[in-house]
């Protein structure tokens, strides 16, 4: 059974930086067919967007929600995405999803809650 997981988020000051993580477990990152993991941000009240995506072979997709502050990274030997986010500022406030696309199927993560607040 595929399953996405998130985790890292929480309350933090304007400024700081928060990593956050997505463990997929169920499938093998370096399994032969495509495979493609996405962070997603759903802002209080808006629509969820993609922060950006990144393909088993390190191709990065960025997404309407990216920001210069914001690194996305990818580990295959530990079935693991990070979402580096740096400087924070309360506009990041949201819950962050991530998302796993392989052939045939999409999973999405329970998502992980990030306030940004004085």
């Known amino acids: 059974q595929v399953q996405v997981v998130e985790s890292g988020g929480g309350l933090v000051l304007p400024g700081r930086s928060l990593r956050l993580s997505c463990i997929v477990s169920?499938?093998?990152?370096?399994?032969?067919?495509?495979?493609?993991v996405g962070w997603y941000r759903q802002a209080p009240g808006k629509e969820r967007e993609m922060i950006a995506d990144?393909?088993?072979?390190?191709?990065?997709t960025h997404g309407p929600s990216m920001r210069d502050r914001f690194n996305v990274s990818r580990d295959n030997s530990k079935n693991a995405v990070y979402l580096q986010m740096n400087n924070l500022d309360p506009e990041d406030t949201g819950v962050y999803y991530c998302?796993?696309?392989?052939?045939?199927?999409?999973?999405w993560g329970q998502g992980t809650q990030v306030t940004v607040s004085s």
């Open positions: 169920g499938i093998d990152f370096n399994m032969r067919d495509y495979n493609v």
């Open positions: 998302r796993l696309t392989v052939p045939g199927h999409t999973y």
């Open positions: 990144v393909s088993k072979f390190g191709t990065l």
